[in-house]
């Protein structure tokens, strides 16, 4: 298999595998989705709320100047009537009504029985009927919360208002809403004179987020709206509402002609407008004062909320981490008002697979036809446009398209072509050097054959050197002073190249190298060229070759023309002293003496190998470097098995 192909079928493998997780949308990948909806939220600029909504707080300074809070029902009933006479158009309180009004005389003698209706053989709690006649006026809406474990259901018999709801879908299918086992009721002589109510349950995601909110919970087989979306329907005269199951992620509310994009389980995505206190909040104790102007809220849909220490609830948003409740239903009614929606396309699941292939595909392809730098680059640039895009689809179009898998997509194939063509790369290098030491022991082969036709003798003799030198070449890489040079790259081109010292005797005259006796004077300076002659033949192979700084030539090299010097510097051809004599030098200095005293020689017969050790050993410190000297103590029995191996 070729290596771009194996770098592609790596890189489009991973991208399919991504894509496939995209389709599926595994929950313990939930969160990352969530990481990524909260930074485009917070990264664009949050629309601002409309001009239909206001809050009303009973804040610490309304506490103070009214007292403790739950209020008698009279005050309530005050708050409400001065914000009708403000111009409000509906008001929606979000506060429970469970129980009778505490500061009653009669829930004070026990008369009056809390928590079951507010009704007693004594009848109804006179603050209760007070606030009743108030709401009968109209243009209330009343809050309650939703049960959902059985073993907390509703006290009594409840009285809320459903949301007349016509399920419009393509097969037969059940609502898919949440279900509630029942509700903390409003007193029903406060139900029944409001005539709107809604609930006010808004959990967070796992992470302790709230994204979304349910605009729409079952009881008992009947559909209720969200205070916010009962408060809107009362505002805006709406009464009925049609729900399209479009897919099993995606419904779509109409109310009039207002189509409200919900989840599978009829959540909104809030689309908040900015940290805390966006909207216009003001104080109870103004309201009930006289320090408004007579149309403060004219044409206003207030929410009556408290946010006192004590009293308040808050949750934490993309956009901060103490929100209050009651500016959750504002942002909801607001964003219902304004048809103002973060929405996602009933085909997002598909587009992001679709993105997740594309964009894996592109980068895949930089990196198997251009490289890892311009695939690299390419995959930065695919990251930059799916989280811009994803920013300005929400920003100018409320749409949001998931950048996580997309970009997941990217940085797998990036990654796992990565690994391919790096894995493909270090095949090559592989290959190149394993041919590259195959042509060097060819080579280095070829010049032995030619030594071992001029001299049989040598022939033989650079063979056991080659073994000689892997031997002791190991023992000294544990010394600190090899070390370092040491490695076990440089002891095998050591190993390799060793036989290649005595080279240059291919210049020497037969009757030279095959003399019986003792060399005389001029014969043996003669002999004495051999280094020069070897290193010539490696400098002319390296100007042909055009080669500079080889490793190889180099290490050759120092071997052929050093390996003659002496530790006190009487050696040849150059005179060499201690540290100046390369390593390899020092190393086959010793092995060639080694070889050469237990060898049979034309001109003397072989020397015992205790005998030679000696003799080594004598010339520690003068002929040869201590430590080489030391390390080959240390493993001259080897060389002895070896040389008898070898001989046989």
Same mark, same amino acid.
């Given at each position: 298999?070729?290596?771009?192909?194996?770098?592609?079928?790596?890189?489009?493998?991973?991208?399919?595998?991504?894509?496939?997780?995209?389709?599926?949308?595994?929950?313990?990948?939930?969160?990352?989705?969530?990481?990524?909806?909260?930074?485009?939220?917070?990264?664009?600029?949050?629309?601002?709320?409309?001009?239909?909504?206001?809050?009303?707080?009973?804040?610490?300074?309304?506490?103070?100047?009214?007292?403790?809070?739950?209020?008698?029902?009279?005050?309530?009933?005050?708050?409400?009537?001065?914000?009708?006479?403000?111009?409000?158009?509906?008001?929606?309180?979000?506060?429970?009504?469970?129980?009778?009004?505490?500061?009653?005389?009669?829930?004070?003698?026990?008369?009056?029985?809390?928590?079951?209706?507010?009704?007693?053989?004594?009848?109804?709690?006179?603050?209760?009927?007070?606030?009743?006649?108030?709401?009968?006026?109209?243009?209330?809406?009343?809050?309650?919360?939703?049960?959902?474990?059985?073993?907390?259901?509703?006290?009594?018999?409840?009285?809320?208002?459903?949301?007349?709801?016509?399920?419009?879908?393509?097969?037969?299918?059940?609502?898919?809403?949440?279900?509630?086992?029942?509700?903390?009721?409003?007193?029903?002589?406060?139900?029944?004179?409001?005539?709107?109510?809604?609930?006010?349950?808004?959990?967070?995601?796992?992470?302790?987020?709230?994204?979304?909110?349910?605009?729409?919970?079952?009881?008992?087989?009947?559909?209720?709206?969200?205070?916010?979306?009962?408060?809107?329907?009362?505002?805006?005269?709406?009464?009925?509402?049609?729900?399209?199951?479009?897919?099993?992620?995606?419904?779509?509310?109409?109310?009039?002609?207002?189509?409200?994009?919900?989840?599978?389980?009829?959540?909104?995505?809030?689309?908040?407008?900015?940290?805390?206190?966006?909207?216009?909040?003001?104080?109870?104790?103004?309201?009930?004062?006289?320090?408004?102007?007579?149309?403060?809220?004219?044409?206003?849909?207030?929410?009556?909320?408290?946010?006192?220490?004590?009293?308040?609830?808050?949750?934490?948003?993309?956009?901060?981490?103490?929100?209050?409740?009651?500016?959750?239903?504002?942002?909801?009614?607001?964003?219902?008002?304004?048809?103002?929606?973060?929405?996602?396309?009933?085909?997002?699941?598909?587009?992001?697979?679709?993105?997740?292939?594309?964009?894996?595909? #592109?980068?895949?392809?930089?990196?198997?036809?251009?490289?890892?730098?311009?695939?690299?680059?390419?995959?930065?640039?695919?990251?930059?446009?799916?989280?811009?895009?994803?920013?300005?689809?929400?920003?100018?179009?409320?749409?949001?398209?998931?950048?996580?898998?997309?970009?997941?997509?990217?940085?797998?194939?990036?990654?796992?072509?990565?690994?391919?063509?790096?894995?493909?790369?270090?095949?090559?290098?592989?290959?190149?050097?394993?041919?590259?030491?195959?042509?060097?022991?060819?080579?280095?082969?070829?010049?032995?054959?030619?030594?071992?036709?001029?001299?049989?003798?040598?022939?033989?003799?650079?063979?056991?050197?080659?073994?000689?030198?892997?031997?002791?070449?190991?023992?000294?890489?544990?010394?600190?002073?090899?070390?370092?040079?040491?490695?076990?790259?440089?002891?095998?081109?050591?190993?390799?190249?060793?036989?290649?010292?005595?080279?240059?005797?291919?210049?020497?005259?037969?009757?030279?190298?095959?003399?019986?006796?003792?060399?005389?004077?001029?014969?043996?300076?003669?002999?004495?060229?051999?280094? #020069?002659?070897?290193?010539?033949?490696?400098?002319?192979?390296?100007?042909?070759?055009?080669?500079?700084?080889?490793?190889?030539?180099?290490?050759?090299?120092?071997?052929?023309?050093?390996?003659?010097?002496?530790?006190?510097?009487?050696?040849?051809?150059?005179?060499?002293?201690?540290?100046?004599?390369?390593?390899?030098?020092?190393?086959?200095?010793? #092995?060639?003496?080694?070889?050469?005293?237990?060898?049979?020689?034309?001109?003397?017969?072989?020397?015992?190998?205790?005998?030679?050790?000696?003799?080594?050993?004598?010339?520690?410190?003068?002929?040869?470097?201590?430590?080489?000297?030391?390390?080959?103590?240390?493993?001259?029995?080897?060389?002895?098995?070896?040389?008898?191996?070898?001989?046989?």
């Amino acid at each position: 298999m070729s290596g771009r192909r194996f770098v592609l079928i790596c890189g489009l493998a991973s991208t399919i595998i991504t894509a496939s997780l995209a389709l599926v949308r595994p929950g313990f990948l939930a969160s990352l989705d969530y990481a990524a909806y909260d930074a485009i939220v917070a990264r664009g600029r949050p629309n601002p709320p409309g001009q239909q909504v206001a809050i009303v707080d009973v804040d610490e300074r309304s506490l103070s100047e009214i007292g403790q809070w739950p209020w008698r029902r009279e005050v309530i009933g005050t708050l409400i009537d001065r914000l009708h006479d403000l111009g409000a158009t509906i008001v929606a309180l979000d506060v429970v009504f469970a129980e009778a009004d505490r500061h009653d005389p009669l829930v004070d003698a026990g008369a009056v029985g809390l928590g079951t209706g507010g009704s007693s053989a004594s009848g109804l709690s006179p603050q209760d009927v007070r606030l009743a006649e108030t709401l009968s006026r109209g243009r209330v809406v009343l809050g309650y919360p939703f049960t959902f474990e059985p073993s907390i259901a509703g006290r009594g018999a409840c009285v809320l208002h459903p949301l007349g709801v016509a399920l419009r879908s393509r097969e037969d299918a059940e609502l898919p809403l949440f279900r509630a086992s029942g509700a903390i009721c409003i007193q029903p002589v406060l139900a029944q004179a409001a005539g709107a109510s809604g609930f006010m349950n808004a959990a967070p995601d796992r992470d302790g987020i709230l994204r979304r909110v349910p605009l729409l919970i079952e009881l008992d087989g009947r559909v209720y709206p969200a205070l916010a979306l009962a408060a809107v329907a009362a505002a805006t005269n709406t009464r009925d509402a049609v729900l399209d199951l479009v897919n099993v992620n995606t419904l779509s509310l109409t109310l009039d002609r207002r189509v409200v994009p919900l989840d599978g389980k009829g959540n909104l995505l809030v689309r908040y407008r900015g940290e805390k206190k966006t909207f216009p909040f003001t104080s109870a104790a103004n309201v009930l004062g006289s320090e408004l102007p007579a149309d403060a809220f004219r044409d206003k849909l207030v929410f009556v909320g408290a946010t006192a220490l004590g009293t308040r609830d808050v949750v934490s948003t993309p956009l901060d981490t103490l929100f209050s409740g009651v500016e959750v239903q504002a942002t909801v009614a607001d964003n219902l008002l304004q048809q103002d929606f973060i929405r996602r396309s009933e085909h997002a699941v598909s587009l992001e697979t679709l993105a997740t292939l594309g964009a894996g595909v #592109v980068v895949v392809l930089l990196v198997a036809r251009t490289g890892l730098l311009w695939g690299g680059l390419g995959a930065l640039v695919c990251a930059a446009v799916l989280w811009q895009g994803a920013a300005q689809l929400l920003s100018a179009y409320g749409l949001f398209l998931s950048p996580v898998f997309p970009t997941a997509g990217v940085i797998l194939a990036l990654a796992s072509t990565t690994v391919a063509k790096v894995s493909v790369e270090r095949g090559r290098v592989r290959r190149a050097r394993e041919q590259d030491a195959l042509s060097r022991r060819l080579m280095i082969e070829t010049l032995l054959s030619l030594t071992a036709v001029r001299d049989a003798e040598t022939g033989s003799h650079s063979r056991r050197t080659q073994r000689y030198a892997r031997v002791l070449a190991e023992q000294l890489s544990a010394h600190p002073r090899f070390r370092y040079y040491l490695t076990p790259e440089r002891i095998d081109l050591l190993a390799t190249l060793a036989p290649l010292h005595d080279i240059g005797k291919v210049g020497v005259p037969d009757r030279l190298l095959n003399k019986p006796g003792k060399l005389t004077p001029d014969e043996l300076a003669e002999m004495r060229k051999h280094p #020069v002659y070897g290193r010539d033949v490696i400098l002319q192979a390296e100007h042909r070759a055009g080669a500079r700084d080889d490793a190889t030539l180099t290490m050759a090299m120092d071997i052929v023309y050093t390996h003659h010097e002496r530790w006190d510097g009487t050696g040849y051809p150059q005179g060499l002293r201690g540290e100046q004599i390369p390593i390899p030098g020092r190393l086959v200095a010793v #092995v060639d003496v080694y070889d050469a005293l237990v060898t049979r020689r034309v001109y003397r017969a072989p020397m015992l190998p205790g005998e030679a050790l000696d003799l080594i050993a004598e010339g520690l410190g003068t002929h040869f470097d201590p430590a080489v000297v030391e390390a080959f103590l240390q493993v001259a029995p080897v060389f002895r098995e070896t040389s008898a191996e070898m001989d046989v």
